[in-house]
């Protein structure tokens, strides 16, 4: 069954167990990342000089896409990449839900759904777990050892280690190192160079931006 790269993005983004989410604050920003490369595959925008210029406006069928697409065809102007991270890594919430349903719909997560006190809540646990722990092994082999497989897996390299998700996948110090060393490498040398680049050092920059205003506010709070 079909799963796009920003279905598999959140599948890695969930705890496989538990259900949670591996990084909550940064999870708006990976989504975001993955639907402007996924704009870009489908030859909908060019990215240029850090700004996203709409070449075919045309609706995809595809939910969020088609949010995206219409904001940026509505904004008349080539707006930047951070612009659009910012803007819907807000939206988060809004464009995980049916993301997560369409997940549970082709039973790549469970829907379990929890209670405390008078809050309700859902946890999303894998119902496919080999798929998701060969998405990473894909990713591993990929970053540790050159070893090419499906066309998504530089983007999903880029996007986990743009949001800090990566660190899970790798098993120690000597190995994260490596691999934030080459991550940058593959992003340059795919074959929408420019997109994922450009889209990567955006989601790096939002996601620098959103730890330094938290440890401002924190710091702030402790006085």
Not at 44 to 70: C, F, H, M, Y
Not at 87 to 111: D, E, M, T, Y
Not at 176 to 183: G, I, T
Not at 197 to 213: C, L, N, W
Request: positive net charge; hydrophobic residues 40%; glycine residues 6%.
């Amino acid at each position: 069954m079909e799963i796009t790269l920003k279905e598999k993005f959140i599948l890695l983004a969930m705890n496989p167990q538990k259900g949670t989410n591996l990084i909550p604050t940064f999870i708006g920003h990976g989504i975001a990342g993955a639907i402007l490369l996924e704009l870009a595959g489908l030859k909908k925008v060019n990215i240029e000089d850090n700004r996203i210029i709409v070449t075919d406006s045309k609706r995809t069928g595809d939910e969020q896409l088609d949010l995206v697409l219409a904001y940026l065809k509505d904004a008349g102007k080539p707006l930047k990449v951070k612009t659009i991270i910012n803007k819907f890594q807000g939206k988060a919430s809004k464009i995980k839900k049916p993301l997560l349903a369409g997940l549970v719909n082709k039973r790549f997560l469970h829907r379990n759904e929890k209670r405390f006190l008078f809050f309700k809540y859902n946890l999303y646990p894998s119902a496919n777990r080999k798929y998701r722990d060969d998405l990473i092994e894909h990713i591993r082999r990929l970053i540790l050892r050159d070893i090419k497989s499906d066309d998504d897996i530089p983007l999903l390299a880029g996007l986990t280690g743009a949001t800090q998700l990566f660190t899970k996948f790798f098993r120690d110090r000597k190995e994260r190192k490596l691999a934030r060393q080459r991550v940058k490498q593959i992003v340059k040398e795919n074959e929408i160079e420019g997109a994922i680049d450009e889209t990567v050092k955006a989601v790096q920059a939002a996601i620098a931006v959103s730890i330094a205003t938290t440890a401002v506010v924190a710091t702030s709070s402790s006085h």
